[in-house]
């Protein structure tokens, strides 16, 4: 078994990053590209941390959003089978609303169009964040013993937590790796056909290819926490408010996933008031909000989804609580000389349609593809039409996602700042485009799709 990269050893595909996507991608490519035969060097500073039920450990709130389409590659991965049952909760409803009664549209499972599906009952999952990627871990390891993947995240391969892999070009024009890692004093270098990164955001490996981010920040958090409810649910809620969304999303411990955003909120008061709260003065109904009280806006909303009552919180998980900053941004071109981009390293979307890691899972698979047929081909794995079709193919869709979440974001704050006329347009346009969408059938169902994963 190989547990490590010698000095000057030669890889034939390095994943800088061992997180979601990073992992993902590297058992794809084990998988595909016929592994012994193909060397696939993990290189990751984390330290994997081991999987605890969310009802019974407090730091567990991070979770992912997973479409069928992810499901269905983590699936054909083996991967999904392993992951602990209690950790998935699946939701068969999507219930969007805005300011005013006009604002409100259902999505549902039965609006489904695709064939491949594994499971037409459902509209997306809810995986606890750890739980996946223990999971992905424990695959990697599996395949390290085969001697295709070199190491993995939880072997020698690990980079210290203050040093980062330091990316070179040798004579040869392979890619030169260099890191310290924790328990070795000198440096440990590898030659790669081909570097992916997957580090994060302030990708290293990016920042030293030299290839352009545009980006800006939000001025806003996101704020996470645990609320109770009575009972399970199969229902995720979405409400756009002038200051930003709040979503609620079902984990099926008796409890629910929220992320409110704001920049101060006390949890359950504002919770109650984003879920529930009339808003005076807003949208075409603003003469009967001002006389409706909060219990008159919560039946009304019980009214159109029976289901809603369920998710009236009844207190806040006070074990933890988290906020992250909210930015967005992408990279101009997913490659460069040998290198290539995946996940939040090629692209940063805001999370209110949870597509985040979707996308990177996308990637993942897309480049898997295109490496197994190089790779059938003898073809070098760097070469950079290689690299560029897989830029063609991804940054085009990634981009339409993050542009349509950042317009979805600046109409339903439209006008955050003003009254009267003004707002009351803004808000009957809203209403009559989400009515449009809620009974033109090809509109309703490409949108289905496209947040479904289909579309990748």
């Known amino acids: 078994?190989?547990?490590?990269?010698?000095?000057?050893?030669?890889?034939?595909?390095?994943?800088?990053?061992?997180?979601?996507?990073?992992?993902?991608?590297?058992?794809?490519?084990?998988?595909?590209?016929?592994?012994?035969?193909?060397?696939?060097?993990?290189?990751?500073?984390?330290?994997?941390?081991?999987?605890?039920?969310?009802?019974?450990?407090?730091?567990?709130?991070?979770?992912?959003?997973?479409?069928?389409?992810?499901?269905?590659?983590?699936?054909?991965?083996?991967?999904?089978?392993?992951?602990?049952?209690?950790?998935?909760?699946?939701?068969?409803?999507?219930?969007?609303?805005?300011?005013?009664?006009?604002?409100?549209?259902?999505?549902?499972?039965?609006?489904?169009?695709?064939?491949?599906?594994?499971?037409?009952?459902?509209?997306g999952y809810i995986v606890e964040e750890r739980a996946l990627l223990q999971t992905?871990?424990?695959?990697?390891?599996?395949?390290?013993?085969s001697g295709g993947v070199v190491s993995t995240p939880d072997k020698p391969a690990r980079m210290s937590d203050d040093h980062h892999a330091l990316l070179r070009w040798?004579?040869?024009?392979?890619?030169?790796?260099?890191?310290?890692?924790?328990?070795?004093?000198?440096?440990?270098?590898v030659f790669a056909s081909l570097v992916v990164a997957a580090d994060g955001a302030r990708s290293p490996v990016r920042e030293r290819t030299g290839l352009g981010w545009i980006g800006q920040s939000y001025h806003q958090r996101a704020i996470v926490a645990i609320v109770e409810n009575h009972e399970p649910n199969r229902l995720a809620i979405q409400r756009f408010l002038p200051h930003g969304p709040v979503a609620v999303l079902p984990l099926g411990v008796e409890a629910d996933w929220l992320e409110l955003e704001a920049t101060e909120a006390q949890f359950l008061d504002a919770l109650h008031e984003a879920l529930h709260?009339?808003?005076?003065?807003?949208?075409?109904?603003?003469?009967?909000?001002?006389?409706?009280?909060?219990?008159?806006?919560?039946?009304?909303?019980?009214?159109?989804?029976?289901?809603?009552?369920?998710?009236?919180?009844?207190?806040?998980?006070?074990?933890?609580?988290?906020s992250f900053p909210l930015h967005f941004g992408s990279a101009s071109t997913y490659d460069g000389k040998r290198v290539v981009l995946v996940g939040d390293a090629a692209h940063v979307i805001h999370p209110l349609a949870g597509q985040g890691v979707n996308l990177g899972i996308a990637d993942a698979r897309a480049l898997a593809r295109i490496l197994q047929h190089a790779w059938k081909t003898g073809r070098d794995l760097g070469d950079p039409s290689l690299l560029a079709a897989y830029t063609r193919e991804r940054l085009p869709m990634n981009t339409m996602m993050l542009l349509s979440l950042a317009a979805l974001r600046r109409i339903f704050a439209f006008p955050s700042a003003t009254r009267g006329l003004g707002e009351q347009l803004a808000s009957t346009l809203r209403g009559l485009g989400m009515r449009t969408l809620e009974t033109v059938s090809p509109w309703r169902a490409a949108v289905v799709r496209l947040a479904t994963g289909e579309y990748n």
Do not use: N
Request: net charge positive; proline share 7%; hydrophobic share 40%.
């Open 1 to 123: 078994m190989q547990t490590g990269a010698p000095p000057s050893a030669s890889v034939d595909v390095a994943v800088v990053g061992g997180g979601i996507v990073g992992a993902t991608l590297a058992l794809a490519l084990h998988q595909r590209l016929a592994s012994p035969a193909a060397r696939v060097l993990v290189i990751e500073p984390k330290p994997a941390t081991p999987w605890q039920p969310i009802a019974e450990v407090a730091s567990s709130l991070r979770t992912v959003a997973l479409t069928p389409a992810s499901q269905r590659f983590l699936q054909s991965l083996g991967v999904w089978q392993r992951i602990p049952k209690s950790a998935i909760t699946c939701f068969d409803t999507l219930f969007v609303y805005g300011r005013s009664d006009m604002e409100q549209i259902t999505f549902q499972a039965t609006d489904r169009t695709d064939s491949e599906s594994t499971d037409p009952t459902v509209l």
């Open 136 to 145: 992905l871990h424990q695959c990697l390891e599996e395949a390290s013993r």
């Open 170 to 189: 040798s004579r040869a024009g392979l890619a030169s790796l260099a890191w310290k890692q924790t328990q070795h004093r000198e440096p440990v270098s």
């Open 277 to 322: 709260g009339v808003h005076a003065g807003e949208g075409q109904d603003a003469a009967s909000a001002s006389t409706r009280t909060p219990r008159q806006a919560s039946a009304h909303l019980h009214a159109a989804v029976p289901t809603f009552r369920r998710l009236i919180p009844s207190a806040i998980d006070q074990r933890d609580r988290w």
